[in-house]
Protein backbone atom coordinates (compact mmCIF):
# COMPACT_ATOMS: atom_id res chain seq x y z
CA UNK A 1 0.00 0.00 0.00
CA UNK A 2 1.03 3.70 -0.83
CA UNK A 3 1.25 6.39 1.47
CA UNK A 4 0.75 9.79 0.20
CA UNK A 5 2.28 12.38 2.18
CA UNK A 6 2.84 16.29 2.00
CA UNK A 7 5.63 18.17 3.31
CA UNK A 8 4.98 21.51 4.86
CA UNK A 9 8.52 23.44 5.19
CA UNK A 10 11.31 23.39 2.93
CA UNK A 11 14.45 24.87 4.58
CA UNK A 12 17.28 22.68 5.96
CA UNK A 13 15.11 20.22 7.95
CA UNK A 14 12.59 20.32 5.07
CA UNK A 15 15.08 19.41 2.47
CA UNK A 16 16.47 16.30 4.39
CA UNK A 17 13.10 14.75 5.05
CA UNK A 18 12.12 15.30 1.64
CA UNK A 19 15.39 13.16 0.41
CA UNK A 20 14.61 10.71 2.55
CA UNK A 21 10.43 10.29 1.79
CA UNK A 22 11.57 10.25 -1.85
CA UNK A 23 13.43 6.87 -1.53
CA UNK A 24 11.02 4.80 0.39
CA UNK A 25 8.88 2.69 -1.79
CA UNK A 26 5.54 2.48 -0.28
CA UNK A 27 5.28 6.39 -0.13
CA UNK A 28 4.30 9.16 -2.58
CA UNK A 29 5.30 12.82 -1.96
CA UNK A 30 2.07 14.63 -3.24
CA UNK A 31 3.06 18.03 -2.50
CA UNK A 32 6.28 20.45 -1.02
CA UNK A 33 4.57 23.96 0.36
CA UNK A 34 6.79 26.73 1.65
CA UNK A 35 5.29 30.16 1.97
CA UNK A 36 8.91 31.10 0.13
CA UNK A 37 7.68 29.38 -3.37
CA UNK A 38 11.47 30.04 -4.40
CA UNK A 39 12.62 28.09 -1.60
CA UNK A 40 9.88 25.06 -1.89
CA UNK A 41 10.99 24.37 -5.62
CA UNK A 42 14.83 24.55 -5.08
CA UNK A 43 14.02 21.74 -2.68
CA UNK A 44 11.76 19.69 -5.03
CA UNK A 45 12.86 20.44 -8.70
CA UNK A 46 14.78 16.85 -8.84
CA UNK A 47 11.88 14.98 -7.68
CA UNK A 48 8.95 16.28 -9.69
CA UNK A 49 6.81 17.32 -7.11
CA UNK A 50 4.74 19.45 -7.20
CA UNK A 51 4.98 22.82 -4.85
CA UNK A 52 2.66 25.18 -3.49
CA UNK A 53 2.97 28.61 -1.43
CA UNK A 54 -0.10 27.25 0.75
CA UNK A 55 -0.11 24.61 2.83
CA UNK A 56 -3.70 24.77 2.40
CA UNK A 57 -4.28 24.49 -0.76
CA UNK A 58 -1.77 21.66 -1.31
CA UNK A 59 -4.06 20.01 1.04
CA UNK A 60 -6.77 20.50 -1.14
CA UNK A 61 -5.78 19.71 -4.74
CA UNK A 62 -3.56 16.80 -3.30
CA UNK A 63 -5.64 14.90 -0.89
CA UNK A 64 -2.48 13.81 1.21
CA UNK A 65 -3.10 11.11 3.79
CA UNK A 66 -0.40 11.93 6.27
CA UNK A 67 2.19 15.07 6.26
CA UNK A 68 5.10 16.05 7.63
CA UNK A 69 5.77 19.66 9.25
CA UNK A 70 9.05 20.84 9.16
CA UNK A 71 8.93 24.69 9.99
CA UNK A 72 9.60 26.78 12.50
CA UNK A 73 8.19 25.76 15.78
CA UNK A 74 6.12 28.78 16.25
CA UNK A 75 3.84 27.25 13.08
CA UNK A 76 3.45 23.72 14.37
CA UNK A 77 0.18 24.31 15.95
CA UNK A 78 -1.55 26.08 12.91
CA UNK A 79 -0.35 23.59 10.66
CA UNK A 80 -1.35 20.72 12.72
CA UNK A 81 -4.49 21.92 13.77
CA UNK A 82 -5.22 22.25 9.97
CA UNK A 83 -4.01 18.91 9.12
CA UNK A 84 -6.25 17.21 11.27
CA UNK A 85 -9.21 18.69 9.76
CA UNK A 86 -8.93 17.33 6.93
CA UNK A 87 -8.34 13.99 8.85
CA UNK A 88 -4.63 13.67 8.43
CA UNK A 89 -1.63 11.65 10.12
CA UNK A 90 1.03 14.01 11.18
CA UNK A 91 4.82 13.72 11.98
CA UNK A 92 5.94 17.34 13.24
CA UNK A 93 9.38 18.32 14.02
CA UNK A 94 10.82 18.84 17.82
CA UNK A 95 9.55 20.66 20.01
CA UNK A 96 6.07 19.90 19.02
CA UNK A 97 5.27 23.49 19.88
CA UNK A 98 6.05 26.43 21.45
CA UNK A 99 4.20 26.73 24.25
CA UNK A 100 2.72 23.70 26.91
CA UNK A 101 -0.96 25.01 25.86
CA UNK A 102 -0.29 24.28 22.23
CA UNK A 103 1.27 20.84 22.45
CA UNK A 104 -1.50 19.75 25.06
CA UNK A 105 -4.28 21.16 22.37
CA UNK A 106 -2.43 19.54 19.12
CA UNK A 107 -2.63 15.94 21.20
CA UNK A 108 -6.11 16.69 21.92
CA UNK A 109 -7.85 17.51 18.39
CA UNK A 110 -5.03 14.49 17.29
CA UNK A 111 -6.81 11.68 19.98
CA UNK A 112 -10.04 12.95 19.47
CA UNK A 113 -9.70 12.56 15.22
CA UNK A 114 -7.94 9.51 15.89
CA UNK A 115 -5.29 10.23 13.68
CA UNK A 116 -1.53 9.50 14.56
CA UNK A 117 1.00 12.41 15.72
CA UNK A 118 4.78 11.82 16.08
CA UNK A 119 6.80 14.04 17.12
CA UNK A 120 10.69 14.18 15.23
CA UNK A 121 12.66 13.63 17.92
CA UNK A 122 15.08 11.56 15.63
CA UNK A 123 18.30 10.19 18.13
CA UNK A 124 15.23 7.94 19.42
CA UNK A 125 16.27 6.24 16.21
CA UNK A 126 19.77 6.38 16.60
CA UNK A 127 20.94 2.66 16.22
CA UNK A 128 23.48 2.95 19.14
CA UNK A 129 21.11 4.72 20.75
CA UNK A 130 18.20 1.07 19.99
CA UNK A 131 21.26 -0.88 21.22
CA UNK A 132 21.93 1.03 24.60
CA UNK A 133 18.46 0.82 25.15
CA UNK A 134 18.25 -2.86 24.65
CA UNK A 135 21.95 -3.61 26.66
CA UNK A 136 20.05 -1.57 29.64
CA UNK A 137 16.47 -3.09 29.55
CA UNK A 138 18.42 -6.84 29.69
CA UNK A 139 19.70 -5.30 33.00
CA UNK A 140 24.03 -5.61 31.68
CA UNK A 141 24.25 -2.30 33.55
CA UNK A 142 22.38 -3.15 36.88
CA UNK A 143 21.25 -0.50 38.53
CA UNK A 144 21.47 2.28 36.79
CA UNK A 145 22.90 5.51 38.65
CA UNK A 146 23.31 8.91 36.17
CA UNK A 147 23.08 9.72 32.74
CA UNK A 148 25.10 12.82 31.82
CA UNK A 149 24.76 14.27 27.81
CA UNK A 150 26.74 16.50 25.71
CA UNK A 151 25.26 18.01 22.85
CA UNK A 152 27.37 20.94 21.89
CA UNK A 153 27.48 22.95 18.60
CA UNK A 154 28.52 26.43 16.70
CA UNK A 155 25.21 28.83 16.83
CA UNK A 156 22.76 27.88 13.45
CA UNK A 157 21.89 31.13 12.33
CA UNK A 158 18.81 30.15 10.85
CA UNK A 159 17.15 29.28 14.39
CA UNK A 160 15.16 32.67 15.80
CA UNK A 161 12.53 31.50 17.24
CA UNK A 162 13.64 29.09 20.17
CA UNK A 163 16.80 28.64 22.48
CA UNK A 164 19.26 26.02 22.94
CA UNK A 165 16.91 23.94 25.45
CA UNK A 166 14.12 23.53 22.92
CA UNK A 167 16.78 23.14 20.19
CA UNK A 168 19.57 20.84 21.37
CA UNK A 169 18.57 20.35 25.06
CA UNK A 170 15.36 18.76 24.40
CA UNK A 171 16.66 16.20 22.60
CA UNK A 172 18.87 14.61 25.59
CA UNK A 173 15.94 15.06 28.03
CA UNK A 174 13.65 12.90 25.50
CA UNK A 175 16.65 10.53 24.91
CA UNK A 176 16.78 10.73 29.01
CA UNK A 177 13.56 10.10 29.57
CA UNK A 178 13.07 7.35 27.53
CA UNK A 179 17.01 5.38 28.98
CA UNK A 180 15.79 6.03 32.48
CA UNK A 181 12.48 4.30 32.04
CA UNK A 182 10.94 7.46 34.25
CA UNK A 183 9.67 10.56 34.55
CA UNK A 184 11.58 13.48 36.13
CA UNK A 185 10.49 14.73 39.78
CA UNK A 186 13.45 17.45 40.32
CA UNK A 187 15.15 20.06 37.95
CA UNK A 188 17.18 22.90 38.40
CA UNK A 189 19.50 24.34 35.83
CA UNK A 190 21.84 27.24 35.14
CA UNK A 191 21.35 28.73 31.99
CA UNK A 192 23.35 32.00 30.27
CA UNK A 193 23.16 33.97 26.91
CA UNK A 194 26.37 35.43 25.50
CA UNK A 195 25.54 35.39 21.95
CA UNK A 196 24.29 38.51 20.46
CA UNK A 197 20.80 37.12 18.96
CA UNK A 198 17.35 37.97 20.15
CA UNK A 199 16.73 36.79 24.24
CA UNK A 200 17.40 33.31 24.12
CA UNK A 201 19.68 31.02 25.99
CA UNK A 202 22.64 29.25 24.29
CA UNK A 203 24.52 27.41 27.32
CA UNK A 204 22.82 25.20 29.53
CA UNK A 205 23.82 22.85 32.55
CA UNK A 206 20.72 21.08 33.91
CA UNK A 207 20.43 18.82 36.95
CA UNK A 208 17.74 16.19 36.77
CA UNK A 209 16.42 13.49 39.19
CA UNK A 210 14.30 10.78 37.85
CA UNK A 211 11.23 8.64 39.75
CA UNK A 212 13.50 5.95 40.08
CA UNK A 213 16.77 7.83 41.55
CA UNK A 214 18.50 8.40 38.67
CA UNK A 215 20.33 11.77 38.15
CA UNK A 216 20.63 13.40 35.00
CA UNK A 217 23.20 15.75 33.74
CA UNK A 218 22.37 18.08 30.61
CA UNK A 219 25.47 20.25 28.92
CA UNK A 220 24.37 22.04 26.08
CA UNK A 221 25.61 24.80 24.33
CA UNK A 222 25.37 26.91 20.65
CA UNK A 223 29.03 28.40 21.85
CA UNK A 224 31.23 25.34 21.00
CA UNK A 225 33.09 25.58 17.78
CA UNK A 226 32.67 21.85 16.88
CA UNK A 227 29.60 19.01 17.05
CA UNK A 228 29.92 16.98 20.02
CA UNK A 229 27.28 14.43 20.46
CA UNK A 230 27.77 12.52 23.51
CA UNK A 231 25.86 10.22 26.14
CA UNK A 232 27.48 8.63 29.07
CA UNK A 233 25.24 6.53 31.70
CA UNK A 234 26.84 4.91 34.65
CA UNK A 235 25.53 2.09 36.87
CA UNK A 236 26.50 -0.82 39.41
CA UNK A 237 28.24 -2.92 36.08
CA UNK A 238 29.75 0.04 34.54
CA UNK A 239 29.54 3.00 32.05
CA UNK A 240 27.73 2.84 28.67
CA UNK A 241 29.17 5.65 26.21
CA UNK A 242 27.47 6.80 22.63
CA UNK A 243 29.08 8.34 20.04
CA UNK A 244 25.41 9.74 18.67
CA UNK A 245 27.30 11.24 15.49
CA UNK A 246 30.01 7.78 14.38
CA UNK A 247 26.43 5.35 15.73
CA UNK A 248 29.17 4.17 18.18
CA UNK A 249 28.31 2.45 21.23
CA UNK A 250 31.33 1.55 24.31
CA UNK A 251 31.21 -0.31 27.62
CA UNK A 252 33.67 0.08 30.47
CA UNK A 253 33.57 -2.66 32.69
CA UNK A 254 33.40 -2.33 36.05
CA UNK A 255 34.41 -5.79 37.57
CA UNK A 256 34.34 -5.11 40.97
CA UNK A 257 30.38 -4.17 40.89
CA UNK A 258 29.88 -7.38 38.52
CA UNK A 259 31.03 -9.52 41.22
CA UNK A 260 28.68 -7.67 43.76
CA UNK A 261 25.81 -8.34 42.25
CA UNK A 262 26.59 -11.56 41.47
CA UNK A 263 27.09 -13.01 44.84
CA UNK A 264 27.91 -10.23 47.09
CA UNK A 265 25.44 -8.01 49.44
CA UNK A 266 25.33 -4.19 48.74
CA UNK A 267 27.55 -3.07 51.18
CA UNK A 268 30.24 -5.03 49.02
CA UNK A 269 29.75 -2.81 45.72
CA UNK A 270 33.17 -0.86 44.67
CA UNK A 271 34.57 0.23 41.82
CA UNK A 272 37.47 -0.63 39.73
CA UNK A 273 38.45 -0.22 35.85
CA UNK A 274 37.86 -3.13 33.57
CA UNK A 275 37.57 -3.92 30.54
CA UNK A 276 36.54 -1.76 27.52
CA UNK A 277 34.37 -3.30 24.58
CA UNK A 278 33.39 -1.51 21.78
CA UNK A 279 30.04 -3.16 19.86
CA UNK A 280 28.95 -3.52 16.47
CA UNK A 281 26.38 -1.23 15.53
CA UNK A 282 24.81 -1.76 11.94
CA UNK A 283 24.52 2.17 11.22
CA UNK A 284 21.44 2.79 9.63
CA UNK A 285 20.14 6.62 8.75
CA UNK A 286 17.84 7.75 12.14
CA UNK A 287 15.76 10.12 9.21
CA UNK A 288 14.95 6.73 7.93
CA UNK A 289 14.00 4.81 10.59
CA UNK A 290 12.15 7.72 11.85
CA UNK A 291 10.06 7.80 8.84
CA UNK A 292 9.63 3.94 8.86
CA UNK A 293 8.14 4.05 12.42
CA UNK A 294 5.56 7.13 11.39
CA UNK A 295 4.65 4.70 8.12
CA UNK A 296 4.09 1.66 10.20
CA UNK A 297 2.38 3.71 12.90
CA UNK A 298 -0.35 4.96 9.98
CA UNK A 299 -0.42 2.16 7.65
CA UNK A 300 -0.77 -0.73 10.63
CA UNK A 301 -2.40 1.36 13.51
CA UNK A 302 1.17 0.93 15.86
CA UNK A 303 1.74 3.06 17.99
CA UNK A 304 4.75 5.83 16.93
CA UNK A 305 7.88 5.29 18.85
CA UNK A 306 7.52 9.01 19.88
CA UNK A 307 4.11 10.20 20.04
CA UNK A 308 2.52 13.70 20.93
CA UNK A 309 2.67 12.84 24.91
CA UNK A 310 6.40 12.22 24.77
CA UNK A 311 6.72 15.42 22.85
CA UNK A 312 5.42 17.29 25.57
CA UNK A 313 6.98 15.88 27.86
CA UNK A 314 10.10 16.89 26.63
CA UNK A 315 9.16 20.31 26.08
CA UNK A 316 7.85 20.63 29.46
CA UNK A 317 11.09 19.88 30.74
CA UNK A 318 12.80 22.46 28.17
CA UNK A 319 10.74 25.40 28.88
CA UNK A 320 11.29 24.80 32.45
CA UNK A 321 15.16 24.68 31.87
CA UNK A 322 14.84 28.03 29.99
CA UNK A 323 12.73 29.51 32.29
CA UNK A 324 16.11 29.73 34.37
CA UNK A 325 17.43 32.68 31.96
CA UNK A 326 16.94 35.38 34.28
CA UNK A 327 16.01 39.07 32.44
CA UNK A 328 18.81 40.90 34.17
CA UNK A 329 21.27 37.72 33.20
CA UNK A 330 20.28 37.89 29.31
CA UNK A 331 22.39 40.15 26.54
Known amino acids: MTLKIALVGAGNMGKIHLRVLMDIPEVEVVGVADPDVETARSAAHKYGVPVFSDYRQMFAEQKPQAVVIATPTRFHKEITLAAIEQGLHILVEKPIAGTVADAEQMIAAAEQAKVVLAVGHIERFNPAVLELK ?198
Open 134 to 331: RRIDLGELGRVFMIHSRRQSPFPKRITDVGVASDLAIHELDIMRYLAGSNVVSLSAEVSQVLPHPPLEDIVFGLLRFENGVLGIVDVNWVTPTSVRELVITGERGMFVVNYLSQELFFHENPAGTNAISGGSTWDFSVTAGHMTRFQIIRREPMRSQHDSFIDAVLKGQRPMVNGHDGLEALKLALQIASYLKPEKAG
